[in-house]
């Protein structure tokens, strides 16, 4: 049963995290650098969280696009590999 609290705990935890404009920008920048996005020069201008519980992420690009279900799951677990299991507000 701690267990179960335990992990409960975590997962509140995660719902509530914070990420620097300064670190998101970094980890998708080397996200967009080690895998573009399909489409003709998408650039990534910035990416700003704009919500937590859950988290929630807004990318300017340097034209208007629909992201693609794989892309925005491969941004989603770039993020989450860098920023889900720890306090997120520090780099």
Known sequence: MNA???AADAVQTAR????TTG???RLLSE???AQPP???NIKLLYG???GTAPPTFMLALNRHID????????LENRIRAECGSRDADHP
Do not use: E
Not at 16 to 19: E, I, L, P
Not at 67 to 74: E, L, P, W
């Open 48 to 50: 700003t969280q704009v």
């Open 67 to 74: 992201i693609q279900a794989s892309y925005r799951r491969y």
């Open 31 to 33: 996200a967009f650098a």
């Open 23 to 25: 670190r998101l920008n």
């Open 4 to 6: 179960l609290l335990d």
């Open 38 to 40: 399909a489409g003709r």
């Open 16 to 19: 509530k995290t914070r990420v």
